[in-house]
């Protein structure tokens, strides 16, 4: 379909909470879906990072999250569980902001509950980095960014900046 510009940190369409998809609304939201592939993948050929893309930073306020790392998931209405009281400190980065690294603490695993392209409720268990990029992702659903999250006053760097970073 098309490569979307994805809007960039400031911009007051990324601090909006999503509205919930209807079953009605499953088969026009593919050529959404097809989007947010394009806009990922483009994405990825220039900066070499991107593994899901949430639909209101390409300023489409519906709860959708696209994911491709092995193979496409597409989640409507995601909702996280099971939130695991261990956390984790990463360093977030974000489509949004591309060349901004953001310290943040997140759950070390959840479970999201979410329904597919054919209205199937499903879930996966998640662990880890995966846990950690579909809370990023449900986290852009509610209007939240990482910057947001950040520990501190100095939980901000430059990717350039990555091999200083501890």
Same mark, same amino acid.
């Given at each position: 379909?098309?490569?979307?510009? *994805?809007?960039?940190?400031?911009?007051?369409?990324?601090?909006?909470?999503?509205?919930?998809?209807?079953?009605?609304?499953?088969?026009?939201?593919?050529?959404?879906?097809?989007?947010?592939?394009?806009?990922?993948?483009?994405?990825?050929?220039? #900066?070499?990072?991107?593994?899901? /893309?949430?639909?209101?930073? *390409? %300023?489409?306020?519906?709860?959708?999250? #696209?994911?491709? /790392?092995?193979?496409?998931?597409?989640?409507? %209405?995601? *909702?996280?569980?099971?939130?695991?009281?261990?956390?984790?400190?990463?360093?977030?980065?974000?489509?949004?902001?591309? %060349?901004?690294?953001?310290?943040?603490?997140?759950?070390?695993?959840?479970? /999201?509950? #979410?329904?597919?392209?054919?209205?199937?409720?499903?879930?996966?268990?998640?662990?880890?980095?995966?846990?950690?990029?579909?809370?990023?992702?449900?986290?852009?659903?509610?209007?939240?960014?990482?910057?947001?999250?950040? /520990?501190?006053?100095?939980?901000?760097?430059?990717?350039?900046?990555?091999?200083?970073?501890?």
């Amino acid at each position: 379909m098309a490569v979307r510009e *994805i809007l960039l940190l400031g911009h007051p369409g990324l601090y909006t909470r999503c509205t919930p998809v209807r079953q009605s609304e499953v088969g026009v939201l593919q050529a959404l879906v097809q989007d947010l592939h394009d806009t990922m993948m483009d994405f990825r050929r220039r #900066y070499q990072a991107g593994r899901a /893309i949430a639909a209101p930073q *390409i %300023n489409a306020m519906k709860r959708v999250v #696209y994911m491709h /790392i092995d193979q496409p998931v597409v989640f409507f %209405n995601p *909702i996280l569980e099971d939130k695991s009281a261990e956390t984790m400190e990463i360093w977030d980065d974000c489509m949004s902001f591309p %060349n901004l690294l953001v310290k943040v603490s997140r759950h070390h695993s959840c479970r /999201i509950v #979410y329904r597919d392209q054919t209205w199937e409720e499903q879930s996966m268990d998640l662990k880890g980095d995966l846990a950690e990029l579909l809370q990023h992702e449900i986290d852009h659903l509610d209007g939240i960014l990482a910057v947001q999250r950040a /520990i501190d006053e100095k939980s901000f760097a430059l990717r350039s900046q990555r091999v200083h970073l501890a």
